[in-house]
């Protein structure tokens, strides 16, 4: 069986430099390292710095003194200022084009737009934005884009990690909305590779593992994206997969989240290698 890994596939330049900031926290002898919120949103990467005694905090209540990072996908400027009162060191390891999304929407709020954000409305990274600028909306759908009421002039900005067709759709949808639409495209680099690669990939091979954290949206989306055309599996780890869907797959494609690390890829890549030895031994047997 052919594995054929696509790329870009693991940690984007963003999720690479929040965990190599930790990283280099510990080294340094930082006192009791909290980070606001998983850094990133895969749970094995998690436990990996948990183990090295770094602790999640979930709520502003929960901080104690020492050194506090703030996650990749960033905080709005009001959580900041909270922050600011306990008694511990920042570090800010948002994502640099995350800060570019955070910028836009409030030079837009600034300039009068009424904002958009167009993300899901949960997610960490368009929360964060959407304190920029007071009063945006986010939206993650062509529906919701309809639903909006018509205002003089509009200005969007776009969740990093959004998949640019659907964006595409989402913003034909404001033009009915305004007589004028501005429309920041603040998907990151590492997005705009990544999809593709998953969809052209997807046309190569027999069948699709996609890996990463299931709170990853970008992981979603790959997997979303190469389902379309392919059996598609999204794991996070080597330990789900299954013997049966491999049969009669001749080439395997794998692709990987923004937060998904080598290590964790890595087994997935042995896992599979493993399950084909599995299944040409027993070919052999019932040959025999």
Same mark, same amino acid.
């Given at each position: ?13 963003? /999720? ?7 990283? +280099?926290?510990? $080294? ?39 050194? &506090? ?14 922050? $600011? ?35 899901? +409305? ?39 990690? &959004? ?10 949808? &404001? ?25 052209? &990939? ?48 001749? +080439? ?16 997935? /890549?042995?896992?599979?290698? +493993? ?11 019932? $040959?025999?």
């Amino acid at each position: 069986m052919e594995i054929k890994i696509a790329q870009p596939s693991g940690f984007c330049f963003g /999720v690479k430099r929040s965990i190599d900031m930790v990283e +280099k926290a510990v $080294k340094d002898g930082k006192k009791n390292i909290q980070i606001f919120g998983p850094i990133v949103h895969n749970p094995q990467q998690i436990k990996v710095l948990e183990e090295k005694g770094i602790k999640m905090v979930n709520s502003i209540d929960e901080i104690q003194p020492g050194t &506090l990072f703030i996650r990749a996908h960033g905080i709005s400027p009001q959580v900041y200022e909270e922050l $600011k009162k306990k008694n511990v060191e920042i570090i800010d390891a948002t994502c640099p084009f995350v800060n570019v999304e955070q910028n836009y929407a409030k030079k837009l709020y600034e300039e009068g737009y009424q904002v958009i954000i167009i993300g899901e +409305k949960n997610h960490p990274e368009a929360l964060g934005a959407q304190g920029y600028a007071p009063g945006s909306l986010i939206i993650g759908s062509v529906e919701e884009a309809k639903n909006l009421k018509e205002v003089p002039k509009i200005g969007a900005v776009v969740q990093t990690t &959004l998949e640019p067709e659907e964006v595409a759709k989402i913003v034909a949808e &404001l033009f009915h909305k305004a007589k004028e639409v501005r429309v920041y495209n603040t998907i990151c680099q590492s997005t705009k590779m990544r999809q593709p690669a998953a969809k052209q &990939l997807a046309q190569e091979v027999d069948l699709m593992i996609v890996v990463g954290g299931k709170n990853s949206g970008n992981t979603r989306r790959l997997a979303e994206v190469s389902s379309r055309i392919k059996t598609t599996y999204h794991i996070e780890t080597a330990a789900e997969l299954k013997k049966e869907w491999f049969k009669g797959v001749k +080439k395997v494609g794998i692709s990987a989240g923004a937060s998904t690390p080598d290590f964790i890829i890595n087994e997935v /890549v042995e896992a599979i290698k +493993k399950i084909d030895k599995e299944m040409s031994k027993e070919k052999s047997k019932k $040959k025999k």
